[in-house]
């Protein structure tokens, strides 16, 4: 039997819906049309792509949004600057910087998001988002775990006292949804390049995510029968070939339920920025 096939673009249409739904909320009861601030700074192909589907979908459902461009050459304090005025602007709720930053200023990452408004931090990377998230008291969550666990949830499934395996410790992935899953009761653990006999590991999960950034990686035999399988990679492996790290053709036969790359939680992270957008302006709103 093959696994149920977990398609992004359903979830999203519900996540985007309610969104819509939440920025016509803030539009009646506030007066105030949710923003959002991207900045780009270079020209890498793939972050332009990501970009101007975040654009869209915004205007999609009713969100202001203005797309920053930065010169690749770009430095640190004309970038801090921006950060700087776009923070002070009360008409901005929502603040992103597009990553990966060019090379020049890409050791300075941790300085240039730390400088993010906490309250306007749409990508949920601020320390004080994450020491929320931790302790349990989540508010601005990152776009892609969060889809991850909504898609769990609208697809019906259960995640209490299940075992769930991460492979790869990110800050942007892997340890986001290691506190996602945690709060949400399950047994989790996380697998990382050091993790000896993994497919051992990954083989106990009910729930396994793969979000190492290694193509098709995760084969049949690292898989429990009937296991829920959620794959976070887009590895690029020609010009038109788009692959995640999970081997979808042998996974499909073992797995109960999985989804698919592209087409899969990918989705789910623009749907899921556009939540933290609206929240963000509920926060500013003190609401
Ligand atoms: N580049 C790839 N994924 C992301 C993300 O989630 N946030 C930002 N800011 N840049 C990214």
Request: with cysteine.
């Amino acid at each position: 039997m093959t696994a149920r096939l977990l398609e992004g673009k359903i979830f999203s249409a519900q996540i985007k819906e309610e969104a819509k739904t939440g920025v016509e909320e803030i539009k009646k009861n506030f007066g105030i049309t949710p923003s959002l601030a991207v900045i780009i700074v270079g020209e890498n192909p793939a972050s332009k792509v990501y970009v101007r589907n975040k654009h869209k979908t915004c205007e999609e459902l009713g969100i202001k949004s203005i797309v920053v461009e930065m010169s690749e050459h770009s430095t640190k304090e004309e970038l801090i600057e921006k950060i700087d005025e776009l923070n002070a602007d009360k008409s901005i709720n929502g603040i992103l910087v597009q990553l990966p930053l060019p090379n020049e200023i890409k050791s300075h990452e941790e300085e240039i998001l730390n400088r993010i408004d906490p309250l306007k931090d749409v990508d949920g990377f601020h320390p004080y988002n994450v020491g929320k998230l931790v302790t349990g008291s989540p508010t601005l969550v990152p776009c892609t775990p969060a889809g991850c666990l909504k898609m769990l949830d609208l697809a019906g499934i259960e995640i209490d006292g299940k075992r769930a395996v991460i492979i790869g410790r990110s800050n942007i992935v892997g340890k986001p949804m290691l506190h996602l899953l945690m709060s949400r009761h399950a047994t989790v653990t996380v697998c990382h390049s050091h993790t000896k006999n993994l497919p051992e590991v990954t083989r106990e999960a009910d729930i396994l995510v793969a979000a190492m950034g290694k193509p098709k990686f995760v084969t049949a035999e690292m898989i429990k029968p009937n296991a829920v399988v959620i794959d976070v990679g887009i590895n690029r492996i020609a010009p038109k070939k788009l692959v995640g790290d999970v081997d979808f053709e042998s996974a499909i036969e073992i797995a109960s339920a999985i989804t698919p790359v592209p087409g899969g939680v990918g989705l789910l992270t623009v749907a899921m920025l556009m939540q933290n957008v609206i929240k963000a302006a509920k926060l500013q709103l003190n609401i």
